[in-house]
């Protein structure tokens, strides 16, 4: 053991958190002008190890703040005071095509930050680090509830925030993978919105019948939602990711029954077969399965398989007819779905029918596909299987790390002020014109 | 102080009628937006260690709107603390507890923190009590809410809640419980490779063992035992005096422990033991002491006990104050006047750190702390010695944001005898002195035991 560093002092503050929060990390007592690598290590359900680091050098008086110290080289670089969570990645040596994701959401990812002395960029494991701490980060704040959903045939999960409400409701959809995907509701409860999490695709009703859901599925979620006494009525959202945006679309448009305050949509794109049903839906990019394309690496590009936008307006979910305001996010390097140029389509179908100003895109260079909540690990490319289909396929997703990141963080945080104004906003400026 | 309190009533007496109609208007608005969004209250961080702070911010409120921020938590004996603060929102219908000021409630000012250490018991709870975490592996929690309005808060039901988590444990230490070679305690190790300074950690007398200091010195980095020293009667000082040197050894020698960065934390009856294996052991050097609550009375040749023996035969000189609390002060003055009863301090060769309240009913630490400086000085090794003393403040002094106790519940050790001893200080002073004193000491640790230099008087 180098004693020369002995009594490096490493924190890590807060050492709980919520996983949109930041943290400051602090190396003090090091040897002035020595060199360090601080690292993360996250051990995650799968078993599957993941790690970041940077290499810094200590100042004069033997500290190194990572907010405000520039990494000079590792898995980032500069000034990155988040750089150790979203830069994670799979340990050398790893299966290829992982994806980070978190399926128990009640209870915290942990993450080992360490610092060692020199500047390492592997064999991590057989060193012994000068000093490490534990990193809680939680999806869940403290008092939010999680009630699993089964009434009318539903596979969800409703997480309500702490307190008497009643509270704006939320409708969470994720992608193809299918599955309960509850991370981003959990999260989105702790800023106060009483989220539902579906999981339809892979729901005990699909999975009993062999018979995908249709219309109904949502519209009883929407219900079963706004029937909870602290659900406010007349302010539910819904948020969906890739396929989960062609469902909100479909809804917020042409559902009698689910009246939005406000939809998300993240990934996605507005080609669909508007007669439709959802399976209908589902199945229509694989007309063109022909068009797939693949890599250097040989994964597969999908994002041609919806091009061109079509003009036939049979084939696009009518955004002119669209109440409620839109939020619309596009990775401009999403190879998976055309994002980018059905962005452009719905803003021109908005213009042309008059409800533009309903309309938000934010659009991020060199951003995928897999937009997901703040330092969540950027995954370029992972192995996918849609439910339903017999086999897994490495699929690109697209985006460059640091860009990816950078736009993860900061639609999130306008995704928070989108929601917060449209389903907390105050309905009646003149109520409070007198005050 | 009395001239601030002239002014407010009149303009209380001004602004009351303005507040009630501006009362009336905000809850008419408020439960019409009840049936539509309630106001957003949000507490960060939501999980934190117990010294450090959070931001409590509420949102969506009408503006100009007065409105009640309460908190509450129940103890471990399920006893019901709360505080609060009386608030008036903004423009933007906003009200931050670390910008803007409480005009009434348990705390006034501008105080972020004042929703926890201006805890008391609720109104007809027991009396004498004290808030102390025994199982420090869960954290305390505190419930905050958000009332409309001022008086009367408490017949509303919330308009919203937060949970916040303290924690003493940060994630990754250990805890571990050790009876070894007689000695018996809860040793807490921070997470990482190690090795690490240590603190020998000792309470006083009165409490059981209480291990949540040790625990959050631990989530500061340091090895910290939190010895159990009063649980048994022992057959002599010599045997006593052996069982703390053993307890010392047990630290020094962990493998988790660097051997030479140990030091000593005692409050208290605690601060007495420090003072006592640091003057005269020969074979334990601890790196550094801190003092809290300082005491050196300890009659040559007598256990523990037996000196609390020899100090019961004095109670019967207490002072009780107007409500029948019982304090030690003034004959415990008395006592540590005739120097052959205290512990030789002008023996101890290295760092100290006094920690003490100029409003100690309990014990004259303060006058303790001038003849230890006395002492010192007249041996070359003023040096050696900081002092802090805090006006207002009592005796417990706790880690930051506890809440205050100006007089407790006490089981005479001897006795069995239940008094309610009187420890002193005023709650904002004694609040200000944990939050103050608690960044020094660890400052003082961290300079003693992690940096590289070592001072030493014979250098």
Known sequence: ?435 | MRGFRFIRGTMWSVTRPLLQECTLTCYRLLSAMTQAVPPILSVTPSRALVDEKFQVLVENLPPGCPVTLCSLHRSEDKDDWEAYGHYVSDHRGVVSVSEDLSFGGTYTGKEPMGLLWSMRPVPGSRKGLRLRKINVCTPMLVNISVHSGHEGFRDRTPLASALAERWYMAPGVKRIDINKQGVQGTLYIPPGPGPFPALLDMWGGGAGLLEYRSALLASRGYVSFSLDYLWSEYLSADVEFKYFETAFNIIRNHSQVIPDRVGILGSSLGSMVAFDLTAYSTIIKPRCIVCISSNHYHPPGTTLKAGFKILSKHFHKAHFDENNHMSWRSFALDLIADPSNNVEVGRINCPMLLVNGCDDQNWPTVETAEEVARLLREGGKEHLLSRLAYPGAGHLIEPPFSPHFRATKFIILNSKEKVILLWGGHTKAHSDAQEDSWRKILSFLQLHLYHSPSVKANL
């Open chain 1, 1 to 435: 053991m180098d004693r020369k560093q002995c009594c490096v002092k490493l924190s890590v503050q807060p050492s709980r958190g919520l996983m949109d929060e930041k943290f400051i990390v602090l190396v003090q007592n090091a040897l002035p002008g020595s060199q360090l690598t601080i690292r993360a290590l996250h051990q995650c359900e799968d078993g599957h190890s993941w790690e970041a680091f940077g290499h810094y050098t200590a100042d004069t008086t033997g500290t190194i703040n990572v907010s405000e110290d520039p990494s000079i080289r590792g898995t980032y670089s500069g000034v990155e005071q988040m750089g150790l969570l979203w830069s994670l990645r799979p340990i050398p040596g790893s299966k290829p095509g992982l994806r980070m994701r978190k399926k128990n959401i009640q209870t915290p990812m942990e993450v080992t930050i360490s610092v060692y002395q020199g500047h390492q960029t592997e064999g991590f494991a057989d060193l012994v680090p000068l000093s490490g701490v534990v990193v809680e980060r939680w999806y869940m704040a403290p008092g939010v509830r999680r009630i699993p959903v089964t009434e009318g045939g539903l596979t969800a999960a409703l997480f309500l925030p702490l307190g008497p409400g009643p509270f704006p409701g939320l409708l969470d959809l994720y992608g193809l993978g299918g599955e309960l995907v509850e991370y981003r509701a959990a999260l989105l409860a702790s800023h106060g919105f009483a989220s539902m999490a579906i999981d339809y695709l892979t729901s005990k009703f699909t999975i009993e019948t062999g018979k995908m859901v249709d219309r109904q599925y949502f519209e009883t979620a929407y219900r079963v939602l706004q029937q909870h006494p602290q659900v406010c009525k007349s302010r539910i959202a819904m948020i969906g990711l890739s396929f989960g945006t062609s469902i909100t679309l479909k809804m917020a448009i042409y559902s009698e029954i689910i009246k939005l305050s406000a939809a998300v949509c993240i990934s996605g794109t507005h080609v669909q077969p508007v007669d439709g049903s959802v399976e209908e839906i589902l199945r229509f990019p694989y007309k063109n399965v022909g068009k797939t394309r693949f890599s250097e690496k040989d994964e597969v590009i999908c994002r041609d398989l919806m091009l061109p936008i079509p003009t036939d307006p049979s084939l696009k979910a009518d955004v002119g007819r669209l109440q409620c305001p839109l939020l619309l996010l596009v990775g401009e390097d999403d190879q998976n779905w055309p994002t980018q140029e059905s962005a452009l389509n719905i803003k021109e179908m908005m213009a042309q029918a008059g409800n533009s100003h309903l309309l938000t895109v934010l659009s991020y260079p060199n951003a995928g596909h897999l937009i997901e909540p703040p330092y969540t690990p950027h995954t370029r490319s992972s192995n996918f299987r849609p439910a339903g289909m017999p086999e897994k396929v490495m699929c690109l997703w697209g985006g460059q790390t640091v860009e990816h990141s950078r736009a993860q963080e900061d639609a999130w945080k306008k995704i928070l002020v989108f929601l917060r104004e449209n389903l907390y906003g105050d309905r009646n400026p003149t109520l409070f014109s007198h005050l």
